[in-house]
């Protein structure tokens, strides 16, 4: 098979149309005025996002290219199945949660990132350390989007792997650069609007081919190989609902999903947005898992794809663009590659703006703290292309979608979430608790293995099983580790807190100043009513706040 001309000139077509958009935004961008600063505008679009573009730019970064792909790759692989390929159902369930809890305090506090309120409450040194993993997921996650339109092109275009990937990851950098989140907001409104034209064109053109049976009869029949619907057994329910978990809350704990709320023009904009999002992932998802039913329900020796079955040679991770290229007309595979494409672009733009805004905001504003304008909007745009780079080379080094994009989420979920659930909700936590909930998380997570990485569990938790010579984790790890952390701040955030008080430790150990925060009980009720000063300290950077000085007039005589 040589080169696919027609789908080529058709993909460089959507990528000059994108590119166009972007630089339209970014012209836009600099004559609209805002009373926003320098860095408000470049990452947050000066808040001034509407509710319309909101509800386009929110979507498209949930339904990006590993959303596409690994929906249809769960559904048709034999070992999983539809039960474990709820992905629209958890965007849904996290947008409503993140629009019930989330969005209005961290808008109302006009936040420019989610690791801002570490650094306002615990200070620089406890939020560097929650900065790290959260870029880490975010560059992570950039990876799975470009793998997932890399097979797809190569597939149907006959393009080598690279070459699409690097194109693709350069035209993303390019109008990110030029206009930062008003480009990438703006360019997602035409990538949303072109993934469900071009899924649901598809669609039709895959179910009526003759070849595939009935998807409805492979639903519960063992044909081709098992239902497609696949089946929860009885000892892997743990697990079921540990991946729920981690799908549906965890992407709670990546800034692309608070980059959206933050850049809105109000918190009640921002809650909206949310919910509709929800309804709009949900129908988006549709298109993948009819897909990865057909394919389920294909006999692939009359194709000409021929046998093995794509399953049986290690290419399940592209099997909506096999779908696309051996049951669907030529220029339909071509719409689906536009569909693919504006799906990668949609969610590879929102994580270089976000890993970006997280480094320039909470890194390099803390080193450089007398940085001038001009040397932000240098730093920014380094950061997008370093951001870029480093996401693409992660493409080269795995070719499960799925596998990268759980295991993304699983640096949100158990080591970000529950630091942010403490930090936003629960008074009592301090910087000691979120340090000692931090490594201790960490080492739970990582002494509990991850076949992902193939990395052999030291702690066994019950109802495993050992398969080549291996143990298997059957229990909810990623969920107990989540919850570990969480108990862990506040734990030992109101130890160290008790410890200072009453002076078992001296004070001037108290580096998070804890011991100066305290709320004047009633025996103090008295000196404060003849009139003592009580400082307040700041646990970010234990000093003392000019306005706690209170003093109380004597009672009034009746």
């Known amino acids: 098979m040589g080169l696919n001309v027609p789908g080529l000139i058709a993909t460089v ?6 590119l166009a958009t972007g630089i339209w935004a970014s012209k836009r961008a600099k004559a609209k005025t805002t009373t926003g600063t320098v860095t408000e505008v470049a990452l947050l ?9 909101g509800i386009f730019t929110m979507t498209a970064t949930r339904v990006g290219g590993g959303f596409i792909l690994g929906i249809a790759e769960a559904v048709y692989s034999p070992q999983m199945g539809l039960v474990w390929a709820l992905m629209p159902v958890h965007y849904a369930v996290s947008l409503i949660i993140g629009g019930l809890f ?21 200070g620089t040194t406890v939020a560097a350390l929650m900065v790290i993993h959260a870029i880490i997921a975010e560059v992570v996650w950039l ?39 008003y480009s990438v907001a703006y360019t997602d409104v035409i990538q949303l609007i072109l993934i469900f ?8 053109f895959v179910l009526l081919n003759p070849i595939p049976l009935d998807i409805s009869l492979t639903a519960f029949n063992h044909t081709y190989q098992p239902p497609w619907t696949g089946r929860v057994e009885t000892q892997d329910i743990c697990k079921w609902l540990d991946e729920f978990m981690l799908l549906s809350v965890g992407v709670l704990g990546f800034q692309c999903f608070h980059q959206r709320t933050l850049s809105c023009s109000s918190a009640v904009t921002a809650q909206i947005i949310c919910f509709v999002s929800a309804i709009m992932s949900l129908i988006l998802g549709i298109p993948s898992v009819l897909i990865g039913a057909v394919a389920a329900s294909t006999d692939w020796n009359q194709t000409d794809y021929g046998a093995p079955s794509p399953y049986e040679r290690g290419e399940a991770y592209g099997i909506l663009p096999i779908c696309l290229q051996y049951l669907a007309p030529p220029y339909v595979s ?58 693409t080379s992660l493409t080269f080094l795995d070719n499960s979608i799925m596998g990268l994009w759980v295991l993304g989420a699983d640096v949100g979920y158990c080591v970000i979430l529950p630091q942010l659930i403490c930090v936003l909700f629960c008074p009592v936590s301090n910087g000691y608790g979120a340090g000692a909930g931090y490594f201790l998380g960490i080492l739970l997570r990582i002494l509990s293995g ?38 862990c701040v506040l734990f030992f955030s109101y130890l160290f807190e008790q410890l200072f008080r009453r002076h078992v430790l001296p004070q001037r150990w108290d580096v998070f100043g804890v011991s100066n925060t305290m709320v ?39």
Request: glycine residues 6%; neutral net charge; contains cysteine.
């Open 13 to 18: 077509g959507f990528y000059v149309a994108v």
């Open 143 to 181: 990876a799975c989007t470009l793998m997932a339109l890399g097979g797809t092109i190569s597939t149907i275009l006959d393009m080598p792997y690279v070459y699409s990937v690097v194109l693709s990851a350069a035209v993303a950098i390019v109008y990110t650069l030029l206009g930062g989140l």
């Open 334 to 391: 071509i719409i689906g590659i536009a569909a693919v494409a504006a799906a990668v672009m949609s969610s590879t733009d929102s994580t270089l703006i976000s890993a970006t805004s997280m480094f320039s905001s909470n890194i390099y504003k803390n080193i450089r703290k007398e940085a001038s304008d001009r040397e932000i909007q240098w730093v920014i745009r380094i950061a997008v292309i370093v951001t870029g780079v480093v996401g």
């Open 45 to 53: 679009g000066g808040r001034t996002i509407n509710l319309a573009v």
């Open 102 to 122: 989330f969005a209005k305090p961290m808008r109302e506090q006009k936040y420019v990132t989610m690791i801002d309120p570490f650094q306002t409450k615990y």
């Open 520 to 558: 004047p009980k009633l025996d103090q009720a008295s000196s404060i009513a003849d009139g003592e000063t009580v400082t307040m300290m700041s646990p970010s950077d234990n000093s003392a706040l000019e306005s706690s000085q209170t003093k109380v007039e004597e009672n009034t005589r009746l």
């Open 450 to 487: 991850e076949p992902l990485i193939f990395l052999p569990p030291v702690i066994h938790f019950p109802g495993g099983q050992i398969i080549d010579g291996v143990y298997i984790q059957q229990a909810p790890v990623r969920t107990v580790a989540m919850l570990f952390t969480l108990l």
């Open 197 to 204: 034209i071009a899924l649901w064109l598809c669609v039709p």
